[in-house]
């Protein structure tokens, strides 16, 4: 899920949220450029620039921009309303989820169309990624709440008796989410539940990559939520800069790792903890032995019917042996063929690409030489309507862009091996991914896949249904990220756990006070060895 990748050329047009004011700047006709980052380190905070594609053009009648000052004083207010307590109480944090249930349920139409502008994602997927999904997350926050926030008890020691011990979960303070533009109200309003359970005060950054759905967040934040806890600032790059030169308590990223390696350095500034969604080359090993029809339909839900494949979570990569490779491609021709019509670019039951920059980048990946002549099914394109068919590519070498970079669109390269075991060396010698997906009836393979395979996540036989679980964490490992969220995950990703023991003053031994006889020295270390017999026979010598 890529986010972070667009500059406003002049660091023009943003909308910045504060309690205080709501702005909106416009100059001089102008154009947003959507790139990608390059990095300097010329100063003690990385600077990002961009490489501009794709010509948005805007009014603009007067420069207002979201500097290091505007963010330094937004943090110092949320800081004050932290400490004020008003956010650290259950009534609130209900109060605030009830809005955004509210919001939900009366918005549902803005939204659809908010993201069919962004991304032309059709209604039913936009329901079911989208709205559904935060709905969801929002009635499950509301019913566990108080059951997350009660202190945990925990078992003391002989050595502390009596006594009694409990976890107590208390918010961190004043957090920072950076959503991304593919899955923008989700992957926006999903880490602010979990913000908002665990009673911290806000700052989300929505992408202006997805400036529809941008905007819609911050209209519908100021309208729902408590806007003196819970800030919505747009904007781009200088934006983004700008509050990354602020101490936070915690920042959740979703983007990629390049982008994500920014975020951490700022944070390692301010020793803020992180916790980094990104992404990677997904595999799915697809075994012989499994009902085909359902195996490739469910492909083609973990990866054209994801947003296009524009998703962290997408099917990258397939890996199956030579021998059945032949079969599984004719099975995904006669389902996409079933499910997108015979002209997959006229159908509008797929997303279309981003934008301009995103189309280029993906064309350039089928251009090159030794990519071109795999295609075995697909590669046609609009530029205009930005839409790509679904695109099979079979046996690409492995040191082309498309098999080195994930690809987030709608190519679906598939390698094969002798043996469906040699799968796990391919996906092995690669980062570890975000999720590992395996197709199989084969028992034995999927305990060695589960045991062997290194993954943020893992689903065997389906693709994508394991991030609708709210009892599993979502979250990679290595280049795919690092800590996780979702359900109670959120609560606890956005608190600190806090070690809380308490005591009487009677009894009191003095056997634990200097100074240290013999008969102290023997008690003391029966009592610490935890040995029934060796205490009894201490305490026997002590009277």
């Known amino acids: 899920m890529k986010g972070l990748c667009i500059q406003l050329s002049h660091h023009n047009s943003i909308l910045f949220h504060s309690r205080r004011s709501t702005r909106t700047a416009y100059k001089n006709p102008t154009k947003f450029s959507i790139p990608y ?11 990002i620039s961009c490489i501009a594609s794709t010509p948005l053009t805007t009014e603009v009648e007067e420069k207002l921009t979201f500097d290091v000052d505007e963010a330094r004083l937004l943090v110092k207010e949320l800081q004050n309303v932290f400490k004020s307590g008003k956010t650290k109480s259950y009534e609130w944090r209900v109060s605030q989820l009830k809005s955004i249930a509210k919001m939900l349920e009366e918005r549902e139409k803005d939204i659809t169309e908010a993201l069919h502008k962004d991304l ?60 991304t533009w593919n899955f923008p109200f989700l992957l926006s309003l999903d880490p602010v539940i ?21 905007s819609l967040l911050a ?14 600032v747009e904007g781009a790059v200088p934006e983004t800069t700008a509050l990354l030169e602020q101490k936070w308590n915690k920042i959740l990223y979703t983007g990629s790792a390049r982008v994500g390696r920014i975020v951490m350095a700022a944070a390692a500034k301010h020793l803020t903890p992180v916790i980094l969604e990104l992404g990677g080359k997904c595999p799915a090993v697809v075994d012989s032995n499994l009902n085909l029809q359902v195996a490739s339909r469910r492909i083609i839900a973990g990866k054209w019917a994801l947003n296009n494949g524009q998703a962290c979570i997408a099917i990258d990569y397939i890996i199956t042996t030579k021998d059945f490779a032949p079969t599984l491609i004719d099975s995904l021709r ?3 063929e079933q499910s997108f019509g015979q002209n997959p ?9 981003v934008n301009k920059y995103h189309f280029s980048r993906l064309l350039k990946l089928l251009d090159e030489d030794k990519v071109s002549d795999k295609i075995v099914l697909g590669g046609q394109s609009n530029e205009d309507q930005l839409r790509i068919a679904p695109t099979i590519l079979l046996d690409v070498p492995d040191d082309t862009e498309i098999m080195k970079e994930e690809i987030f669109g709608p190519f679906l390269p598939i390698v094969t091996v002798e043996k469906i075991e040699d799968s796990f060396d391919v996906i092995n010698s690669r980062p570890q991914p975000l999720v590992a997906y395996l197709f199989t009836n084969n028992d034995q393979l999927k ?16 693709t994508v249904l394991h991030v609708t ?14 800590g996780s969220y979702h359900g109670k995950f959120s609560f606890d990703g956005f608190s600190h756990k806090k070690s809380v023991m308490y005591r009487g003053f009677e009894p009191d031994a003095s056997v634990r006070y200097p100074p240290y006889t013999p008969q102290k020295q023997r008690l003391l270390k029966a009592l610490l060895s935890g040995k029934i017999l060796a205490i009894i026979q201490a305490l026997i010598g002590w009277f």
């Not at 566990?144 to 979960?169: G, R």
Request: aromatic share 6%; with cysteine.
């Open 345 to 353: 670019l006229e159908t509008r039951d797929v997303s279309r690409i």
């Open 194 to 214: 979990g913000a908002i359970s665990a009673g911290n005060a806000v700052v989300l950054k929505p992408s202006e990559v997805a400036p529809g759905t941008s």
């Open 469 to 482: 679980v709210d009892g599993l964490p979502f979250g990679g490992v290595g280049e795919s990220g690092m």
């Open 219 to 232: 209209r519908l934040f100021e309208k729902y939520l408590d806007n003196s806890a819970i800030r919505v």
């Open 447 to 462: 305990k060695d896949y589960v045991q062997n395979v290194s993954s943020g996540g893992m689903l065997v036989n389906d």
């Open 334 to 336: 006669r389902e996409l």
């Open 120 to 179: 032309e994602k059709p209604e039913l997927e936009a329901f079911i990624s989208e709205i559904s999904t935060s709905k969801s997350s929002c009635q499950h926050a509301l019913q566990e709440l108080q059951h997350w926030m009660a202190p945990e008890k925990v078992k003391t020691s002989i050595t502390s008796y009596p006594s009694s011990a409990e976890i107590v979960s208390e918010p961190l303070g004043v957090v920072l989410v950076i959503s």
């Open 37 to 47: 980052f390059s990095v300097s380190s010329s100063s003690s905070f990385p600077k």
